[in-house]
């Protein structure tokens, strides 16, 4: 099994119908506010949430995504169903999750899994028996089906991974619970409001992980490779005129950096991150998480959801934003880069790229998502290698603000 390739969700929060998502390379997600694009994205964050934990929920409801939500609250408004599906497409297998809400007492079950195989026609498929007890009060007894097997069998999980199964299934699981565990370990996340770096970092063990608002980043920053820091700088200088570098100090008996920005590239002028403009230090943990993925300190084919990186940042540095992802997206490193924004001149800076045979058009994905009295939709959006719309169905009307006060502004100087 291979990189998670896909996933679809249903009643699960603004979906209410099948909304199937790509994950390629470089994939954007679009759409108005509160159309379901921040579902969609953070969902992989409660799936990593889900798979690296001993959770006795399927979904693990402790995930700092959900901010406190009870699993109802994740169910979509549009429906009165109880049940929450999943399907994770691996390649070579998919699997598909049906999430049943048991309200009275009070707890989810994984009523159905499904496992589908390009090797086999028919899906092999595990349906929860509710009325028959299992000897563990750890499992859960399942109808196993095949093309020529029925059997009941006794399974557990740990959140979504099967973790004891009968030992004629070893094949047909443990890779699932391989894949799944794989994309636990290999999945980071930024939020839109990232923790600002401290004045200096002293000299302890790297960090392993990053959390949401970027803490971790500088500990690996610290132990990074020399190239990585160049690299970062010359993000920096293309893009904001400064430049970034990494310095060893001494405090007391210990040992650590301080990471500075220089004005116009000027060694003689060094001013810590923390006491830059805001987007500075914010676009910090962005373009460190994406650098340390092209240099593979992020280990193989990592997968980074990134929410709103251009936040803080001037709109002229944001096709910058667009440069790095296509570089870092078609590294050797083959990590795939999710990213959640309303940004035209990002956009258009992937499309550049395309246009420039940077990246491929077959590498890059755009989710617009909509909302509909029914809940979200979502279009997926290719571009052919001159970076046109494949299917022609960007909204037209998306980016048109900016010209209809420009020319209300022009109509009202007109008139006075």
Partial sequence: MSQLLHFSLENYKAFNARANIQIRPLTLFFGYN???KSAALRFLKLLSDSVSSDSSSPLNLRSEVLNRADFASLLSKHSSSLRLNIALDFGNTSVAFTILDLPDRRKQVLEKLEVHQIQSESPFVFEWLPDTEPASSSS????????????EVELSF??????????????????????????????????ADCALPERYELEVAPAKTVSRRGEGIMSMLQAAPMEVIQDISRWYEAATNYSFQRNRITIGDKSGHRFTLHPNADDSIDIDIIDTGEGMGQVLPVVGLLTLAKHGTLGNRPIISLEHPE????????????NISCEVATSKEKPRILIETHSENLLLG?????????????DVAVHWV???ENG???ELVEFDDQARPVKDNWPIDVFRTNSKLARGLFEKRKAM
């Fill in 34 to 36: 509160s159309a379901g």
């Fill in 140 to 151: 859960e007894t399942y109808a196993f089906s095949s093309v020529d097997t029925e059997a």
């Fill in 158 to 191: 740990d959140g979504l991974v099967p973790r004891s199964y009968p030992d004629d299934l070893i094949k047909l699981l443990k890779p699932i619970a391989t894949s799944l565990e794989a994309f636990g370990k290999s999945f980071v996340s930024l939020s």
């Fill in 311 to 322: 936040l803080h940042i001037h709109p002229d540095a944001h096709v910058h934003l667009a």
């Fill in 350 to 362: 992937v499309q550049l790229a395309i246009a420039e045979q940077r990246i491929k058009p077959s």
């Fill in 370 to 372: 909509r909302g509909t």
């Fill in 376 to 378: 979200a939709i979502i």
